[in-house]
């Protein structure tokens, strides 16, 4: 009796550990494998090697010799904003624009909508709201508002994703809007995570350097960046990593994704001319060699002769190691010392580039 009572305790324990442990493995599952995604796997990688010069030893590689990846910052002390920064809300139900007209709106940190050509472009959309509840590795909570509601948005005719950081590839976004998004246009190796998210193959046009695809009149060309990819330690450079060069109607743009200061600038213009505006990555991240210091992307900005910069990686999380409005102060200064036309619109103020380029408002200085 009595050993049938011990073995009856027995089995409720492991009962208990069996479900613990399968809450423990499906937690493990849910918040850590899937956002981190599928990578390519032998066979694709295998064609990287015949699809870009830049793919060999198994990695993709930058341009010039680079550092080290370097580890955290120190956050202590830092200035976030006194509450949720507001943001212009968009009306997720966008009238189509016309063939000829350029609409520009910054969502925050390096997201932006796009019109152009008549169709709708998304560039790097973040659109959830806060970080996960295993920080690790997901975003950190935001500090202002996003400006278009995920649930309530009409077609997105292009999505373009410049590399797999999570700052730049939201796993919850991508799920959450595929169904209203047309195609979908990432550097090589980002096609396989998207795959592995339930993204039909169908819809994704990868890009290696310099490679261009045109969709309904528009010219996407994927352009060099000097960064690096990776959403997990041992998945680093093995996705691509790149800008974009949007050009369509009588417009274009020109995104430099996250970047280093490196010979793309001028090669860019070289090679496609001058953009209107440069949506430009002036967060003043680490490392160093993988983003911009204001006086770089001003120098970038005349390399590439673009007409305005609109800074960008900045005003949606503070984890890079200056007060959350410093590389807005900082873009402005060194754009007036400099002589190139820098250009500030609130998150989700959306305007038209013909009409009202000039958006000068020093909005952050009501919330610092
Ligand atoms: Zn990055
Ligand atoms: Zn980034």
């Given amino acids: 009796m009595k050993k049938h009572k011990v073995l009856k305790t027995l089995l409720i324990i492991a009962a208990i550990l069996l479900i613990i442990g399968g809450i423990g493995a499906f937690a493990f599952y849910k918040y850590f494998t899937v956002p981190i995604g599928k990578y390519p796997d032998k066979a694709r990688a295998a064609e990287f090697v015949k699809l870009s010069g830049q793919y060999s030893d198994g990695q993709f590689h930058n341009e010039n010799e680079v550092g080290a990846i370097s580890g955290a910052v120190s956050l202590d002390g830092l200035k976030k904003p006194e509450k949720l920064i507001p943001a212009e809300k968009i009306d997720g139900h966008l009238e189509a624009a016309s063939k000829d007209v350029m609409n520009i709106s910054w969502l925050g940190h390096s997201s932006a909508l796009v019109q152009i050509g008549g169709d709708n472009v998304l560039i790097d959309p973040i659109l959830t709201t806060s970080g996960k509840p295993l920080q ?17 948005m009409s077609a997105i005719d292009v999505l373009c994703i410049s590399h797999d950081h999570f700052d730049h590839l939201d796993y919850g976004t991508i799920t ?193």
Wanted: some cysteine; overall charge negative; proline content about 5%.
């Fill in 136 to 152: 690790l590795y997901s975003l950190p909570a935001r500090i202002s508002e996003v400006p278009l509601d995920i649930d309530d």
């Fill in 176 to 368: 959450a809007i595929d169904d209203r998004v047309s195609d979908y246009v990432v550097p090589l190796g980002v096609d396989s995570l998207l795959v592995g998210w339930g993204v039909n193959r169908d819809k994704i046009h990868t890009l290696s350097w310099w490679s261009s695809v045109e969709l309904r009149g528009v010219t996407y060309t994927l352009t060099p960046a000097q960064h690096y990819s990776g959403r997990f330690a041992g998945k680093q450079y093995k996705t691509l990593w790149g800008g974009f060069y949007i050009a369509g109607g009588s417009h274009s743009l020109y995104f430099t994704g996250d970047s280093g200061y490196c010979g793309t600038f001028a090669e860019i213009y070289e090679k496609l001319g001058a953009p209107e505006i440069m949506l430009a990555d002036s967060g003043q991240d680490t490392p160093a060699w993988s983003h911009m210091s204001p006086e770089e992307v001003t120098k970038a900005a005349k390399g590439v002769h673009a007409q305005y910069i609109l800074p960008v990686h900045w005003a949606a999380y503070n984890y890079a190691g200056y007060d959350w409005y410093k590389p807005a102060e900082d873009i402005v200064k060194q754009a007036e010392a400099d002589g190139v036309a820098v250009i500030t619109p609130k998150p989700g103020h959306i305007f038209s580039f013909d009409d009202d380029a000039a958006q000068n408002e020093h909005w952050w200085e009501e919330y610092k």
